[in-house]
Structures are given as C-alpha cells and as structure tokens.
C-alpha cells in the first residue's frame, strides 16, 4: 500500500473514532453541555512524555503508561496520559472564567514507519476515564493524527468534551458549604 494510501487511511479511521465518539448517549442538556474539540499539540519533553496543548484544550500533557503491544505490519501501544488545564471555550488563549481541572484518558496508537524508523503517519483513540475539578464527571474522547513536517511531528486533535454541569454544581455547593462550616482558620 502507498505511503499516501496509508495516510488517507489513518485520517479516515480518525474522522471514524471521532464521529463513534460523538455519537454516545448525551445525558438531558440541563445535566451536561457537549463541546467539539479541536487544536495541537507540542511535545515539551519526549523522553519525559509531556506535551502543551493548544485550541480548546490549553494545558499541560503527560503520558503516565505506555505499552507496545504490536510492531508489524503496522506499530500499535496503548497506555494512559492526563491534561491538567482548561477548555478555552471563546479560544482567546486565556483560562480566565473557563472551567478548569484535570482528564485522565486511555489510548490506542496505532503508527507506521519507514526502515530508518522515521514516522510515515501516526493516529490514537483517546476516551476519556476520568477527571477532576470542572472536568469531574467529564465524558467523550479525543482523536490524534501525527503527520510528518520535516524532521518535526505535526499534532493535531479532534474530539468531544461533555462537561456534566449538575455534577460540577453538587461540587461547588459542597466545598462552598464546607467552607462555611470551617470558618476561618479551622484546616
């Protein structure tokens, strides 16, 4: 298969767990809020697993596991990474009044490489399994392509992000009652 065939492959099993993402069951629009996710990622450190991301998730990026589980005909891992920051839902590149927190994913990777091990095309499935703060409750997953740009990797996401709003609310009235019970000075 051509290294252009490979490519639009990858890109249409992409766009596919993108779209299978999407179309899970949403909870009633007074529980949660669906936002469609886009934008890139920069590798920080490779060696350490961090990243920054950029367009509607702004934070940091770090791959917590990483198993290889195939290397022929095609190279396949799957693991967990966490984001901790924000969703930056008019992208004015500030976290300011945007909720905040941290997601924890799975992944599937699934990427092919020339004989020198140079990245021909690279893509991963990421759901979501979990968060905190104003991603408590959070729900939906991410799709990665990896396309060669020179000698650099070019990064880019799709996805969705399903913000449980009643789940949220509980929490801010919780810790706001529990803040009114200790009172100053009490921790």
């Known amino acids: 298969m051509s290294e252009h065939k490979l490519h639009s492959a990858a890109l249409a099993l992409a766009a596919a767990l993108a779209a299978l993402a999407g179309a899970a069951p949403a909870a ?21 697993g961090t990243s920054l991301m950029r367009g509607d998730l702004r934070g940091a990026w770090k791959t917590t ?4 589980i195939a290397k022929e ?8 990474e966490a984001f901790k920051g924000c969703l930056d839902r008019g992208r004015d ?18 990427g092919s490489f020339d004989a020198s091990d140079n990245l021909n095309w690279g893509a991963c499935y990421h759901p979501i399994t979990g968060g905190s703060g104003d991603f408590a409750g ?24 399903t913000l449980d709003r009643g789940h949220n609310a509980r929490a801010h009235r919780s810790a706001a009652r529990a803040a009114r019970t200790a009172g100053c000075g009490a921790h």
């Open 28 to 48: 009633p629009a007074a529980a949660s809020t669906t936002y469609a996710v886009s934008g890139r990622q920069t590798i920080v450190d490779e060696n350490a």
């Open 65 to 68: 596991s990483f198993t290889e």
């Open 73 to 80: 005909p095609i190279y396949q891992a799957k693991g967990t």
């Open 93 to 110: 590149g500030s976290c300011a009044g945007d909720p905040s927190g941290r997601l924890e994913f799975s992944f599937l990777y699934w």
């Open 138 to 161: 959070a729900t939906g997953a991410l799709v990665f392509t990896d396309t060669p740009n020179g000698k650099d990797v070019l990064t880019r996401y799709i996805g969705t992000l």
